[in-house]
Nanobody, 122 residues
Framework: QVQLVESGGGLVQPGGSLRLSCAVSGSTVTSIIMGWFRQTPGKAREFVAA???????YYGESVKRRFTISRDSTENTVSLQMNMLKPEDTGIYYC????????????????WGQGTDVTVSS
């Protein structure tokens, strides 16, 4: 069973940066598609980014050119570097493992982390 533990959330001002990390156990980040989703109150969970075993990356439209997903096979972690943050980026960010992508869009997720809170506010 894949277990995911996020860290790195917090409060940041608009225009600032934040880096989230997800520690993975029960699988390796080089063998499954890993990614991030986020959720705000009253909205459906939104796809943010994913990285495949061959290092192909995929992003949601609202975060393209601002967020970067990466992985560290030595540490078995997946990270999300978030730059130029906006208030609308506020939400709970979830690490996801075992993502199935169809035409670059997620259709199924096998494992979820517990989430980490990101607040963008002045």
């Amino acid at each position: 069973q894949v277990q995911l533990v996020e860290s790195g959330g917090g409060l940041v001002q608009p225009g600032g940066s934040l880096r989230l990390s997800c520690a993975v156990s029960g699988s390796t980040v080089t063998s499954i598609i890993m990614g991030w989703f986020r959720q705000t109150p009253g909205k459906a969970r939104e796809f943010v980014a994913a990285i495949s075993p061959d290092r192909a990356t995929y992003y949601g439209e609202s975060v393209k050119r601002r967020f970067t997903i990466s992985r560290d096979s030595t540490e078995n972690t997946v990270s999300l570097q978030m730059n130029m943050l906006k208030p609308e980026d506020t939400g709970i960010y979830y690490c996801a493992g075992g993502i199935t992508l169809i035409l670059g869009r997620p259709s199924r997720v096998t494992s979820w982390g517990q989430g980490t809170d990101v607040t963008v506010s002045s």
